[in-house]
């Protein structure tokens, strides 16, 4: 079956630290793997994703590569800032199965930035 | 496009109560999903919608929680005798599956949080 396991949390950085979340999956098929972020009193957001093996999602510098050697998909971030404080979800989905798009989602991880 | 639409956004209800919470997804998208997400955990499927046709449930959608979606439109959940387990945010999400397109992104609502007392 399809299942995401994430790396738990929380992670407390510094800003302007180096992140990475780490984001394993199992699938049956072929899926597309996404990045969700949750904001404070907020709805689920997009923040990347990546439609086959070896294409890179970014997006406000945040990156994560799709590689099917090691079924990951981790996240990582240059340099933090205090905004990116958020929960971080890594998800799949795969509309060739019988599953019908429907996402499989980790945990998520939360992530505090200090000033 | 004003996005994924929920209401309300709180609802406090009695143990045993009925409640019906409403999604207005963005428009002439076709796939309608509803989500439950309790405090640390990640969203988990419950229902999904192509059209007006409610294509698959999961298991955690017991007899007590139905959903709707008349015209292809908007959609209802609803849960019936409610217990304090159901308490937890209640998410839609909608995308538009175009037909040969594959892992459209899904749009999410800001929830429903139900809280049972």
């Known amino acids: 079956g399809n299942s995401v396991t994430q790396m738990e949390g929380p992670v407390t950085l510094s800003e302007e630290a180096f992140l990475t979340i780490n984001c394993t999956y199992t699938a049956t098929g072929y899926p597309s793997l996404f990045w969700y972020v949750q904001y404070p009193g907020e709805g689920l957001q997009l923040l990347l994703k990546?439609?086959?093996?070896?294409d890179k999602g970014s997006n406000k510098g945040f990156e994560a590569t799709y590689r099917k050697e090691t079924t990951s998909f981790h996240l990582e971030k240059g340099s933090v800032q205090v905004s990116d404080s958020a929960v971080y979800f890594c998800?799949?989905?795969?509309?060739?199965?019988?599953?019908?798009?429907?996402?499989?989602f980790g945990r998520g991880t939360q992530l505090t930035v200090w000033p | 496009d004003t996005g994924v639409s929920q209401d309300p956004r709180h609802k406090i209800t009695k143990r045993g109560q009925n409640v019906t919470f409403r999604c207005d997804p963005i428009?002439?998208?076709?796939?309608l999903y509803w989500y439950r997400q309790t405090l640390g955990q990640g969203p988990e499927f419950l229902t999904y919608?192509?059209?007006?046709?409610?294509?698959?449930k999961s298991r955690l959608l017991s007899d007590r929680f139905s959903a709707e979606r008349p015209k292809g439109s908007f959609s209802t959940l609803e849960i019936q005798r409610t217990e304090q387990g159901d308490s937890a945010m209640y998410l839609c999400?909608?995308?538009?599956?175009?037909?040969?397109?594959?892992?459209?992104?899904?749009?999410f609502g800001q929830g429903t949080r139900l809280t049972v007392v």
């Open positions: 428009s002439e998208h076709n796939r």
């Open positions: 919608f192509q059209n007006e046709a409610q294509l698959e």
């Open positions: 999400a909608s995308s538009l599956k175009p037909r040969g397109v594959v892992n459209t992104e899904a749009f």
């Open positions: 998800a799949l989905s795969d509309d060739r199965g019988s599953t019908l798009g429907r996402l499989y």
């Open positions: 990546a439609t086959k093996a070896d």
